[in-house]
């Protein structure tokens, strides 16, 4: 009877070690029982796949930039009808400007036409940070993400001045469009 070559195999990095080796020579991680050479090949290769896998995710986890979660800032009744108005201003804004040249007086014409810009402006900033209040937040905190590494996430103070500063953006733009009106109308 043939008798079998036994070896032990290092649970850490896979490497056949002889049957008398207490340690590992590759580790130097302590070796368990002897098992056949058939047996350690086998646990030798179980051993190196998964070593590999565990390198392959700690280099992809090195390289890869965490997901970061959306800002999920809420659209409450007050932000709709505040860009509901705006809309609405913004349409009587863009009618005033195509008509512009028609409606005003000569010496005012350029004037009122950067005047309305200025409104279309404000009112357009006004309605994004109403109607989509998550990605203006993130876009206003850009540069938060590239100096801190992380993105603010916005307080219940800073929700409510938000909707305040949209709501004073869209109120600027509609006084404007009623400084326009009043100057058409002749009040002004």
Not at 18 to 28: N, R, T, V
Not at 154 to 160: A, F, H, I, M, R
Request: charged letters at 20%; a neutral charge; one cysteine or more.
């Amino acid at each position: 009877m043939k008798k079998e070559i036994m070896a032990k195999v290092c649970p850490k990095c896979g490497i056949v070690n002889s049957e008398k080796a207490e340690d590992c020579e590759a580790c130097g991680t302590g070796l368990g029982a002897a098992v056949t050479s058939r047996q350690a090949n086998k646990l030798s290769r179980q051993i190196s796949k998964k070593n590999e896998k565990l390198r392959k995710a700690i280099a992809d986890e090195k390289h890869s930039v965490p997901a970061e979660e959306p800002i999920d800032i809420p659209v409450t009744p007050t932000r709709i009808v505040i860009g509901v108005i705006g809309c609405l201003a913004m349409l009587c804004e863009v009618v005033l400007m195509v008509f512009s040249y028609r409606l005003f007086p000569e010496d005012f014409t350029y004037e009122m036409f950067m005047l309305g810009f200025c409104a279309l402006i404000l009112l357009i900033i006004g309605v994004l940070h109403c109607f989509i209040p998550g990605m203006m937040w993130s876009i206003e905190h850009c540069f938060d993400k590239i100096y801190y590494k992380e993105m603010p996430r916005p307080s219940d103070t800073g929700l409510k001045l938000l909707t305040f500063s949209s709501a004073l953006l869209v109120l600027l733009g509609i006084a404007s469009v009623g400084f326009q009106i009043a100057v058409i109308c002749g009040l002004l």
